[in-house]
Every structure is written in C-alpha cells, then in structure tokens.
C-alpha cells in the first residue's frame, strides 16, 4: 500500500509537469517551492493551436500573449487596458478614433503600432466572400459587414470608420497580431495548416514560449511589456481533464491557482489554512433547448415546433433547485438570454417569468392539446403519438453542469406526462448533432456557452444566421433577427439596452430555450508564493489579469 501511493504520487508530479521528462526530473521540478518564481496554474482546458485565426478552444493560452484593442476589461477596469491606450467615437457615431500606447513594442522588439492593428482587422476584412475567408476562429470577420474603412492615421492613431452606428470598435473580440509575423500567411494557411508555433510575438505581458497539446503551455515574461517585465519569472499552463487533479495540485503545492473546481472539491480547499478560495459570475449560460426543426432533422413530435407546449415545459423546470441541488448554491437560476453579470443588460424579467408549478405545466398542457387520453399516465401530441423525448447532453468545455441537473429534468418533466430518455454523448459526437441540422434528429438538448456580453453575443443563441455554430435550437424568428440587426448598429447605450431587452422578451415567451442556471467559477489559490491576485475575481476570465502584475511574496 506504501508503496503504491509513493509511486502514484510520482505519477502525479509528472503529471503535473504535462511532460515526457522522466519522472524523477518532475518530481523535482514540482517540488513544494516557491524559489523559481514561476506561476503555475491549470484549468480543465483542452486547446488545439496557436492559431486564433483557425480555432475557438485557444483563447487559454494566447489571451495572455496578445491584446484586444479594447474589449471587456478595458471597459470594466480602469487599470486594465488593451491595445489601445483611449478611444472615442465623433459626432457621426460612425468615425472611431484610438490611440495606442506610445512606444509600445511586440515581445521580439519590433515597434507594435496602429498600423499593426489596422493590419489585423484588415487581414480578416479582405477574405469575406473569398472561398478561405477567415471565418471559422477566436478572430474572424463577423461584424466587420458593418466598416467602411479602418486606418492607421500614424503609428499611435487608429482610425475605424463604420458604415452605419455600431459598438463593434470597442465591442470586438479580435486578438492584435504583428504585421510582420502575419503578412505572408495565406488565408488558406491561415484558417487550417498555420499552427503560429511557440514563441508567439505578443504585446500580452506573458508570452507563449512552448506549447504541447493535452499538456501544458509554458510562457516566459515579455521584457518588452508596455507596464515593465512582469515580476514573475516565468508561468506554466497545465491543461487537465479533470478537476481531481487541480485540486490535488492545490493541497500539494504543485499548483498556484486552479480554476473549474467542483463544488465539492471548492468546500474542501476552503478548509486549507493555505488556500484562499472564490467564486466568479462569469458569462456562462446553461439551458435546455428544443429541437424546432421541421421537415429534415426535426424531432420525433411536432409539438417541439410549439411555442405553447415548450411555453408549458417552462412551468416545469425548477431553477432554483438546479442551483441549490445540482450546483449547491453556485449559480443564479436561470431567466432569459442575458447573464447578471451583464449588468449593462440584465432583466429578471419580472412581470412575465414562469414559476416553477407542475400543476400549472399540466394545465397548459391540456389547453394546448397536449392531453393523456387514455389515462396511462403518458400524454399525447396532436397526432395521437405519446410522447418519448430524447435529450441529449455531454461533456463541456466549460464549467460542468452536474448529472444531477439533468436527473431532476428529465423527472420533472415525467411527472407531467412527458417521459424523457436522456442520452449522453461525447462532446464531438454532441457538437456533430447540433451543428447539422439535417443530422439533428434530437428533441431535446441540455447544453451551455460562454461568450462575451456584448449584444452580439447576448442575442446569438436566437439568431437565424447563427444555426449551425450558435443557435442550438434552429429557430428563426424575422423579428428577433431584424431587433439583432438594430441593436448591432447601435452606439447608443441607453438604445442598445432597449433593443436587447425587447429581444430577450420576445424570445423568452416563445420558448425555443428554458434558461437552466447561470453558473459561478469556482476558483482557489495558495497564499504561500505570490501576491498581487484579484479580490473579487483572483484572474480575469477575459484577459490576463492578474499575471501583468504578481510578484513572489
């Protein structure tokens, strides 16, 4: 037995370290310490490239080696910038202007300048409607429909120019890349093959140096960072798929910081004299979507077509106990599309949210047609077919919804006379099933996604153009299309605001997704070899904070 966990926790060290050294070097290597200075952190993350031109699962690493021109933290934090130094929007509300920060330099010396980000946002706008257009990453050409022009004025001074008034300028989600590196990069290259090998040339304040897929990615401090070197020598990235390791690496003093913890494994760091733990409201929505499909791919009952039947479904689905059962009380109970920590957007929608009531599900049910006639405790569709409803779920890539989530679903819905079978997929054969929607074939899916909360990325779940990567549930709405097109070529705040909140109304009473909980990260650190962490968030979710400015104890 002794010797088992002597080996098992030397696997363990070398797991940690994410490489085929031989053991006894990562042993040492994870020894205990704090006197490398190296941060080490890890998340149940699994990306594939360098490239943020040809994937969506990179933004963990390469958010700390480059910068968005503006993006959320900038608009959030006074003290955390991007790219861009200070902005501004003219009178017309459709000529922006930035100014970078002067003398700013990329990590291998080189000036990094206006001109390199008119150069980025130009790359991707020259392929729209070419056969590679750059549509498929972390930077692609969506909202760029909206310019007219994007130019560098001088080396400090970004002009962009937009066709109609839009937020896009400060609302994007585009990583700066140096012109130099890119130039000679086909679109081609540039959407598949690239792979923007290690060391990247960042503006970030940790740079990229090694990456190994399913591993980890090591960076090194960019002597070149506009706020001076960071003070740390050095971070390490391990990419695990399970949680049972961070927290492993937590107690052991393998690991600095850890995020994706469960709830059980967040109370049980709570106990450690040596750790600090907290929780994050993050963008993430989890819901329960209805396949609205008709004709090919369409579910097994038309009724999923049927804003009352799914309207009924809603009165049968408890939030509240979602959270505290499912997520034990890490979470908000879901309403509509926008998360609380959209604060710019958020509605509980008061005056038309359902309430959890299984009797008042049956009701609507009868009222809509949906009635058990021959008393066998199973409803009936329009057709006369009883109903048997598939609902897929599987794995995410983000924060986990617990089994137990799905377990009270799938009875609830039972108890009203709507048997559910639940079938889980792995996440390529779940992702294959809804984004197809000639091979859907599904009635249900539990599902999430955590993208920005830009009104863009608030409203995608409900956009028509947006079936096939986004929009889980295939419905299309003219209205909830044309409120979408308004709201993006808004400047107004108090405007944007309106529209966001018609839509998510409209969507909201017809019903083609059951907002689940919106849940909380659940994140921990140790106290014992750096400083410097976030109070209310130890790391941003959205940037690189706060590895810009730690420092060992």
């Not at 070097?25 to 952190?41: E, F, K, Y």
């Amino acid at each position: 037995m002794n010797e088992w966990s002597l080996s098992r926790r030397a696997v363990m060290k070398a797991m940690f370290m994410g490489s085929a050294m031989p053991l006894i070097l990562n042993s040492r290597a994870l020894a205990a310490s704090c006197g490398d200075h190296i941060v080490r952190i890890a998340a149940t993350a699994s990306p594939d490239t360098m490239n943020p031109f040809a994937t969506w699962s990179s933004f963990w690493p390469t958010a700390f080696s480059y910068d968005f021109l503006v993006a959320v933290d900038a608009q959030r934090h006074a003290d955390r910038q991007g790219f861009a130094k200070a902005w501004s929007v003219a009178d017309d509300k459709l000529t922006w202007t930035f100014k970078m920060w002067p003398d700013m330099k990329w990590s291998d010396g080189q000036p990094a300048t206006a001109r390199d980000a008119a150069f980025t946002y130009n790359y991707l706008g020259d392929s729209i409607g070419k056969p590679d257009e750059l549509n498929i990453g972390w930077n692609n050409t969506d909202g760029l429909q909206n310019v007219e022009s994007i130019t560098a004025l001088d080396d400090e001074t970004l002009q962009i120019v937009t066709k109609v008034p839009t937020r896009w300028p400060i609302d994007n989600w585009t990583m700066i890349v140096p012109e130099h590196i890119w130039k000679d990069i086909s679109y081609a290259d540039a959407r598949s093959t690239f792979r923007n090998d290690p060391p990247l040339v960042g503006t970030g304040p940790m740079i990229v140096s090694e990456f190994q897929q399913g591993q980890f990615a090591q960076f090194t401090p960019n002597k070149y960072f506009r706020a001076g070197q960071p003070k740390t020598a050095g971070m390490v990235f391990h990419f695990f798929n399970s949680a049972d390791l961070i927290a492993q690496g937590l107690k052991s003093g393998s690991l600095n910081y850890g995020f994706y913890l469960t709830a059980a494994q967040w109370a049980d760091l709570s106990k450690n004299p040596d750790i600090v733990v907290g929780e994050s409201r993050v963008e993430q929505r989890n819901f329960l979507a209805f396949n609205t499909l008709s004709g090919k791919g369409a579910g097994s009952t038309k009724a999923l077509q049927d804003p009352a039947f799914r309207d009924a479904i809603g009165y049968a689905i408890d939030q509240k106990a979602i959270v505290d059962r499912a997520l034990r009380g890490h979470g908000d109970a879901g309403v509509g599309l926008v998360m609380p920590v959209a604060t710019d957007y958020y509605s509980d929608l008061s005056d038309l949210r359902r309430h959890f009531d299984l009797a008042e599900a049956g009701r609507r049910l009868d009222a809509a047609g949906y009635q058990d006639t021959n008393g066998d405790g199973v409803r009936e569709d329009k057709e006369g077919k009883s109903f048997q409803l598939e609902l897929i779920t599987g794995p995410s890539a983000n924060i986990e919804l617990p089994i137990a989530a799905v377990e009270l679903i799938a009875d609830w819905l039972g108890q009203i006379g709507v048997p559910v079978s639940v079938t889980r997929l792995d996440a390529g054969a779940l992702g294959a099933r809804w984004r197809a929607p000639e091979n859907a074939g599904w009635d249900l899916l539990i599902d999430n996604n955590w993208l920005t909360p830009f009104p863009h990325d608030l409203l995608i779940l409900g956009s028509g153009r947006a079936i096939g990567t986004n929009n889980r549930s295939f419905w299309a709405n003219e209205k909830f299309d044309k409120l979408l097109s308004e709201v993006e070529v808004t400047v107004d705040l108090k405007k944007s605001q309106e529209l966001v909140d018609q839509a998510v109304r409209l969507i909201y009473t017809e019903a083609p997704y059951i907002m689940l909980c919106y849940p909380t990260l659940l994140e921990a650190r140790r106290k014992d070899c750096f400083e410097g962490w976030g109070t209310q968030d130890m790391m941003s979710m959205v940037g690189y904070f706060p590895f810009d400015r730690l420092r060992p104890v």
